[in-house]
């Protein structure tokens, strides 16, 4: 178990609502993840975060924005939501940033309708 | 949960045998190699690591052989059992925060 608690564990919603997905983690590590599954594909990064009030985008970003205010705390927000959207989202941690093993979270299962 | 990867490559397995899980990687200058279990609606979990400075690494029941002549990684679990059936997939480093994952290959083991 990797100390990461991810909440709401499931969340339907409607198109155009905004979504805040929390990450809550115990190991009081340095980096933090939001990333995303979807059918076919690996997971895909969104958003990371190398210390408090720092943060970067990754591959997927558009359409979502982060916060870290706290080190055990990474909130990841849909502005608006949409259908392409519809997908299951992943916190994860690591110590020392990619050099370091990546721990995952159990997983935010989001549907836009 | 929902089930992810539903058109993933499958393999078979009789409870017992060993199983061999490949993986080819894109980047030569990857330096850094994980192997993730996933059952269905489960985060990924860590199994084995390895260092591009290495070519094999054990753990309990598990290793992780690395070819980087051809950019192949695989993972080898003796006497599998029931429990085992998941997705597994790899992940590997570039540096930064550059990691890639594969999208996994659906393991089903039959008692």
């Known amino acids: 178990d990797a100390g990461i608690t991810q909440s709401p564990r499931h969340k339907v919603t409607e198109t155009g609502t905004p979504v805040t997905l929390r990450c809550h983690q115990t190991e009081n590590h340095r980096y933090m993840y939001w990333y995303r599954q979807d059918p076919g594909h690996g997971l895909r990064l969104i958003h990371y975060s190398y210390g408090v009030k720092d943060t970067d985008k990754g591959e997927v970003s558009d359409g979502y924005s982060v916060s870290r205010s706290k080190t055990e705390d990474f909130l990841l927000t849909l502005e608006s939501a949409t259908s392409s959207q519809t997908s299951v989202y992943f916190c994860?941690?690591?110590?020392?940033?990619?050099?370091?093993?990546?721990?995952f979270g159990e997983g935010s299962w989001l549907t836009v309708v | 949960g929902e089930s992810v990867g539903l058109h993933l490559p499958t393999l078979s397995v009789q409870e017992g045998d060993n199983s061999i899980i490949n993986c080819a990687y894109s980047n030569s200058a990857s330096d850094y190699f994980i192997w993730y279990k996933q059952e269905s609606g489960k985060g990924p979990q860590f199994i084995i690591d390895i260092r591009s400075n290495m070519d094999k690494r054990q753990g309990q029941r598990v290793t992780v052989l690395l070819n980087k002549t051809v950019k192949h990684l695989s993972l080898q679990i003796a006497a599998t059992q029931p429990g085992d059936s998941a997705v597994y997939f790899c992940?590997?480093?570039?540096?930064?925060?550059?990691?890639?994952f594969g999208a996994g290959t659906r393991l089903f083991v039959k008692a």
């Open positions: 992940a590997e480093t570039l540096g930064g925060f550059k990691t890639i």
């Open positions: 994860a941690i690591s110590a020392q940033g990619s050099k370091d093993t990546i721990y």
